[in-house]
């Protein structure tokens, strides 16, 4: 079964660091782009950080920009978003996301589960 | 690119057609368009890519259109599971989602 299952979240004080994981078994996951992205309890969506299949090129969100970094092991079919500098407004649910295609960048039709940020003081 | 959707709030019945617009600050080829459904406690669910192009095992009443900044979802007739919140999303700079519709029952 083609899944993504994130890990990694938890209650944290502004500042602190998270490590964000996401496991994708049941396709290849060396072929795909995966993304990162975010919402907020009752809230919109917002779009965190992308990466290429070989690492070689990365994106992130103006609002995380310099705090947040993705990184990926395609041999053990992972995906990371190392979160430093955390602030309040970083609190949200974390997902991540698949491309409908090789290839592709946008059109997330795998989703995981979700992961839980809480940031506060 | 910023989007915009609108309305905020649709109040339908079911058996009723659903119009759902989205609106960007500048333009997105149609090719970099996505809509969305989410459920409460559930992940959202591509259903329309590429502007028009309906995901895996999405119905046929659902439709997208558009082109330049103007995009539509078109839900022909509400089912009961139709009523959920919908997202559009473009992919043709950077990415960014719009801020939803919400589909409730009248």
């Known amino acids: 079964e083609v899944q993504l299952v994130e890990s990694g979240g938890g209650s944290v004080q502004p500042g602190r660091s998270l490590r964000l994981s996401c496991v994708a078994p049941?396709?290849?996951?060396?072929?795909?782009?995966m993304h990162w992205v975010r919402q907020t309890p009752g809230k919109g969506l917002e779009w965190v950080s992308g990466?290429?299949?070989?690492?070689?090129?990365?994106g992130y969100a103006d609002s995380v920009k310099g705090r947040f970094t993705v990184s990926r092991d395609n041999a053990k079919n992972s995906l990371y978003l190392e979160m430093n500098s955390l602030r309040v407004e970083d609190t949200a649910m974390y997902f991540c996301?698949?491309?409908?295609?090789?290839?592709?960048?946008?059109?997330?039709?795998?989703w995981g589960q979700g992961t839980t940020v809480t940031v506060s003081s | 690119i910023v989007l915009t959707q609108s309305p905020g709030t649709l109040s339908l019945s079911p058996g009723e057609r659903a119009t759902l617009s989205c609106r960007a600050s500048?333009?997105?080829?149609?090719?970099?368009l996505a809509w969305y459904q989410q459920k409460p406690g559930q992940a959202p669910r591509l259903l329309i890519y590429?502007?028009?192009s309906r995901a895996t095992g999405i119905p046929d009443r659902f439709s997208g259109s558009g082109s330049g900044t103007d995009f539509t979802l078109t839900i022909s007739r509400l089912e009961p599971e139709d009523f959920a919140v919908y997202f559009c999303?473009?992919?043709?700079?950077?990415?960014?989602f719009g801020p939803g519709t919400k589909v409730d029952i009248k």
């Open positions: 996301a698949r491309p409908i295609r090789v290839g592709a960048i946008g059109a997330f039709d795998i």
């Open positions: 049941g396709f290849t996951f060396k072929d795909y782009a």
């Open positions: 990466i290429s299949y070989r690492s070689a090129n990365k």
């Open positions: 500048q333009s997105v080829t149609s090719t970099y």
């Open positions: 590429g502007g028009s």
């Open positions: 999303q473009q992919y043709n700079k950077s990415l960014t």
